[in-house]
C-alpha cells in the first residue's frame, strides 16, 4: 500500500525476534509473512541470516521477486564499533561492514544501517573517530548505489544533535539517518529528536509497544509522528518494528500497520 503521502509501509525483521529466538520462523519466512499481510518491504537484521553465502542470497532474492516483496536494507549488529579509540579497531570495524555492503547489493538493497559505538567521554572526539569509521565503510562502497544509515540506537546516537552533526561532518550524499520514533532516553522530547533527524532520512522505523482498543499506540502519538516524517518531505518506507510483549508479534505487527494504514 502507497499513501496519499507516498509513503509505503515495510516489516522490520526485528519484529519477529521472539518468534526467531523461538525457533518458530526464519527470515525468508518472515518475507514470506509481509506477503501474506499485505506488506510490500522488508528490512532484515544481520544475525537473522543463517549462513550468508550466495546461494542462500539468491534464494531470498527469488523468493522476494517471486512474492513482490522488496528487500530494503539490512541493520548491522556485532560488527565493531566504528567510533573506537583504537584506529586499528575503528578501520577493522569498518572491514567487518563491508561484507554487509556486499549482501546489500546481491538483495538489491539499498542500504545498511549502522551503530555508533565507541568512548563517550568526549562528545567531540568521538564525532571525529565516528566520522573516520564511517569514511572507510563510504569509500569501499564506491559508486554503488548504496547508503549508510545511522540510527539512534543508544548512547550518544540517541541524542539527536550529536547524531545531526556526525552527518554533517562526514558530509557525504550516501550517508544518511534512520529515524526511530523510540530509543530516546527520558529526557529528550521523541518527537522534536525525529525531527532534527528527518532532514537526513533515507529510512524510517515506526517502533511500537502496544495498542489501546481505539487502535492506537499507547506510548507513542504514532499521527504526530506521521506528521513530521511528511512535513520533511520523506517519501520513502515507515518500517514496522513491534517491540512489545503483551500482544503476539502477529498481532502488534498487524495493529500497526492497521494504524499507520489511516495516517500514510
Known sequence: MTGASGLRISLAAWSLHRSYFAREIDQIGMLELCAELGIPGFEMVNTFFPSPQYAYLRRMKRRADELGVELLLIMCDGEGDLAHVDRAKRVQAARNHRKWLDIALVLGCHAIRCNIRGDESDPGAMRERAAEGLQHLLDYAGDAELSILLENHGGLSSDPA???????????????????????????????????????????????????????????????????????????????????????????????KALLERLV
Open 162 to 256: 550529536w547524531l545531526c552533526s556526525l552527518v554533517e561532518l562526514v558530509d557525504h550524499p550516501r550517508l544518511g539517518t534512520l529515524p526511530d520514533f523510540g530509543n530516546f532516553p527520558d529526557e529528550v522530547d521523541r518527537y522534536d529528536a525525529v525531527a532534527q533527524l528527518m532532514p537526513f532520512a533515507k529510512a524510517v522505523s515506526a517502533k511500537c509497544y502496544d495498542f489501546g482498543p481505539d487502535g492506537e499506540e499507547t506510548t507513542i502519538d504514532f499521527s504526530r509522528m506521521i506528521d513530521i516524517v511528511k512535513e520533511a518531505g520523506y517519501g520513502g518506507y515507515v518500517g514496522i518494528e513491534f517491540e512489545g510483549e503483551r500482544l503476539q508479534e502477529r498481532e502488534g505487527i498487524l495493529a500497526a
